[in-house]
């Protein structure tokens, strides 16, 4: 049973547009999220993170917005650029083994940016 | 400061064979843990190492096994290895402060089982 949903298996955005990924979680005990971006043949890299006291965490282009009332979870990239164009996951921590190591990651959207 | 490294890169082994794949962590980095990525699967959790042991496991056999040395580089063992455990092993360390609430990859041990 899935516990990190990203129904998107890809998505193809054209360059300057706003990229959105979506993410869904069934757990009401996840409390801290995190997105990582993997390019081919490269381990996936930290992108941006987000508490569940928060509803919005934004670094530079990359903002991700949390609604905990339907459990999911968004990232936009704005403006996208072809650089972008990766694997993104959306991970949570284990909350039963606790601290941050112990990940649970979704199934990642596939994001093609395109002059 | 250099990243994490992990080596060898890519491996063919057959069935019934073992394997292992080491980790070097991020210098200062005392937490390394393992994680497995396939098609189907995605990412999976294999275990994480503090301070020579082990502190959290996954859900795979007893056939996958790990270690870590004092000097935090850490390895992992496959041994009977079967088709299916053919995927990306991926490494991934994390620090103190604000090192801690990330993991930091390195680039994989892509294994296939022939």
């Known amino acids: 049973d899935q516990q990190v949903k990203q129904n998107s298996p890809s998505l193809s955005v054209q360059e300057g547009r706003i990229s959105i990924l979506n993410c869904d979680y069934t757990?009401?005990?996840?409390?801290?999220f995190l997105w990582y971006k993997k390019y081919p043949a490269e381990g996936p890299t930290f992108l941006i993170s987000?508490?569940?006291?928060?509803d919005k965490n934004e670094d530079g282009r990359f903002t991700v917005f949390l609604n905990k009332s339907a459990k999911h979870l968004s990232l936009h990239i704005v403006p996208s650029q072809p650089g972008d164009s990766a694997v993104y996951f959306c991970?949570?921590?284990?909350?039963?083994?606790?601290?941050?190591?112990?990940?649970?990651f979704g199934a990642g959207t596939r994001l093609a940016v395109h002059p | 400061k250099a990243g994490v490294t992990q080596t060898p890169r890519y491996l063919i082994k057959t069935r019934g064979q073992q394997v292992t794949l080491s980790c070097s962590p991020i210098?200062?980095?005392?937490?390394v843990s393992w994680y497995q990525q396939t098609p189907g699967q995605g990412l999976q959790f294999l275990f994480e190492?503090?301070?020579?042991?082990?502190?959290n496991k996954g859900n795979f056999p007893g056939r996958f096994s790990g270690r870590q040395f004092s000097n935090s580089r850490s390895e992992m063992n496959v041994s009977t290895l079967e088709l299916g455990d053919s995927a990306l092993y991926l490494c991934?360390?994390?620090?103190?402060?604000?090192?801690?609430?990330?993991?930091?990859f390195g680039s994989g041990t892509q294994l296939s089982v022939l």
């Open positions: 991934a360390s994390s620090g103190s402060g604000t090192d801690n609430e990330k993991l930091f």
């Open positions: 757990n009401s005990m996840f409390d801290y």
């Open positions: 987000i508490s569940s006291i928060k």
């Open positions: 991970a949570v921590p284990n909350p039963i083994s606790g601290g941050y190591n112990k990940l649970i």
């Open positions: 210098s200062g980095h005392r937490s």
């Open positions: 190492y503090f301070s020579e042991t082990q502190r």
